[in-house]
């Protein structure tokens, strides 16, 4: 069955979002000028391209293990490398923009949950090879691709955990002195991305960033960035459309905002 609830809620979007002069946050003001709007080149972004294009030149086809909400362009078990690289990777404007709020935060440790071929991670890795990068994947076909891109990039503050978030989430979230910087892109389903965040809100602090991919993919989804929103320890939310993101600031009244990108 066809569905629409990408395409109507980005007409809605675009109609309802503000610009930076909009905005009258000094917080988010700062961080739409200096951090989302930020359009310069960065040496970081040609290198990881490179691997991205390699990608996307891979004929190979590996098996999917699919623990999420599958995809919305192809259920086959087997997939070709260059396929899946099209068409679920983070596209570089977004991938870009995740590399630039994680230097802009500066987190101790980052968690992320769905590495895909690792082009994200990597990104994330690259915003400070001083801290490690934990990412989560549920394919182990995936996890080697991903893996091997790591590998070719010279990464080596990242480890790959392979398994079901369900279960390795409580164990990293267990181990975890507090998590700062939290990026959710996988299993796109309401219950199980309510769960991640309930999860992960057990070691968040007032300067933590969690980022939540494809807030607008479905019913669903977008039902469960409603209830983040309304978290008591939710102070500040930023809608891109395609990622949203959750802060915990003390002291600031509540406020939700949706901003073009």
Not at 135 to 143: L, M, R
Not at 154 to 160: A, S, T
Not at 239 to 260: A, N, P, S
């Given at each position: ?167 390795l989430l409580p164990q990293l979230v267990e181990k975890a002195d507090q998590l700062d910087f939290v990026y959710v892109d996988g299993n796109h389903r309401k219950e199980a991305t309510l769960n991640y965040f309930h999860s992960c809100l057990e070691k968040a602090n007032e300067n933590s960033l969690f980022i939540f991919d494809d807030i607008h993919w479905s019913k669903g989804m977008e039902e469960a960035w409603e209830e983040i929103k309304k978290h008591p320890t939710v102070t500040l939310t930023i809608d891109l459309y ?20």
């Amino acid at each position: 069955m066809f569905n629409s609830t990408p395409y109507t809620s980005y007409i809605k979007h675009l109609f309802t979002a503000n610009t930076l002069h909009g905005t009258h946050s000094p917080f988010v003001y700062d961080l739409i000028d200096n951090v989302i709007y930020d359009k310069s080149p960065k040496d970081v972004y040609t290198e990881i391209e490179k691997q991205r294009k390699n990608l996307l030149d891979d004929e190979r086809i590996i098996t999917i293990t699919d623990l999420g909400a599958g995809s919305h362009y192809n259920n086959n078990k087997q997939k070709k490398v260059k396929v899946i690289a099209d068409k679920a990777l983070k596209a570089p404007k977004w991938a870009q923009l995740i590399y630039r709020l994680a230097t802009w935060r500066q987190p101790k440790q980052i968690l992320e949950l769905g590495t895909c071929f690792g082009i994200t991670t990597s990104y994330l890795a690259k915003s400070n090879e001083n801290i490690q990068v934990i990412s989560v994947e549920g394919c182990p076909q995936t996890a080697a691709v991903a893996n091997q891109s790591l590998s070719s990039l010279q990464i080596k503050n990242v480890n790959v955990e392979i398994g079901n978030f369900d279960d390795l989430l409580p164990q990293l979230v267990e181990k975890a002195d507090q998590l700062d910087f939290v990026y959710v892109d996988g299993n796109h389903r309401k219950e199980a991305t309510l769960n991640y965040f309930h999860s992960c809100l057990e070691k968040a602090n007032e300067n933590s960033l969690f980022i939540f991919d494809d807030i607008h993919w479905s019913k669903g989804m977008e039902e469960a960035w409603e209830e983040i929103k309304k978290h008591p320890t939710v102070t500040l939310t930023i809608d891109l459309y395609t990622i949203g993101l959750v802060f915990f600031r003390k002291g600031q009244v509540k406020e939700h905002f949706k901003i073009k990108y």
